[in-house]
């Protein structure tokens, strides 16, 4: 199993622009979720998907959008990108709400 | 409003120490508390977890106590090495159905001196 994969490790994007963050998992499980990662904040929600087709806001949902088409892949949208979303990205998943969430290695984003 | 209240922010102990980093939780509704353990560029990984139907769980070196009445947890490591040098979350959340999110507290950077 390659666990929780995210694609791409790294990028950079001028203010305005959009892309997606990519997250897989092939692991079956129902529980999806992202999180930001800033020095002195912690780990934050974004949005989590408890299956295919739902999907919920965290903490800090704005400026980002989600999707759940397939139980595999939760892609994570930024809209209009702005330099507060420079950070570090972290896509999770879990066989229940309170198993053991299984990390992916992150995509860390500057945006300039 | 922080419903996880983690401390210290960062923590220095000599090789065979016994660093313990503390939690504190607002929701008395939370029924599940695990710690995460993160090294530099990668994700953050479970370390061990208890729920509060009991006051300590050890796994290894590692030891988590739990005072329900003080609303606080905590990890313990003990004879800690330099191998354990990383950020520790401590993390609580509730276990009914509808009820997944995860709240994190905001790390705890330890450092094991040779």
């Known amino acids: 199993n390659a666990g929780v994969t995210q694609t791409p490790k790294f990028q950079v994007l001028k203010t305005g622009q959009s892309m997606t963050l990519q997250c897989a998992q092939d692991?079956?499980?129902?529980?999806m979720s992202w999180y930001r990662q800033d020095p002195g904040m912690g780990l934050r929600l974004i949005h989590y998907s408890v299956g295919a087709g739902i999907t919920d806001q965290g903490e800090v949902p704005n400026g980002y959008n989600v999707s759940r088409s397939t139980t595999e892949d939760f892609p994570l949208r930024l809209l209009s990108a702005a330099p507060s979303q420079t950070s570090v990205y972290f896509c999770?998943?879990?066989?229940?709400?309170?198993?053991?969430?299984?990390f992916g290695p992150g995509t860390r984003l500057t945006v300039l | 409003q922080q419903q996880v209240k983690q401390s210290p922010q960062s923590l220095i102990v000599q090789k065979g120490g016994i660093p313990i980093i503390n939690c504190a939780y607002e929701?008395?509704?939370?029924?599940?508390f695990p710690w995460y353990q993160q090294f530099p560029g990668k994700g953050p990984a479970l370390l061990i977890a208890i729920r509060p139907d009991v006051s300590e769980k050890k796994e290894g070196r590692f030891t988590i106590s739990f005072n329900k009445s003080a609303k606080q947890f905590s990890l313990h490591i003990m004879d800690s090495q330099p191998g354990d040098s990383a950020t520790y979350f401590c993390a609580a959340s509730l276990s009914g159905a509808g009820s997944y999110q995860l709240t994190f507290g905001k790390g705890t950077k330890l450092s094991v001196i040779p």
């Open positions: 692991m079956n499980h129902e529980y």
């Open positions: 929701n008395t509704a939370f029924d599940y």
């Open positions: 999770a998943s879990s066989r229940t709400g309170t198993d053991t969430q299984y």
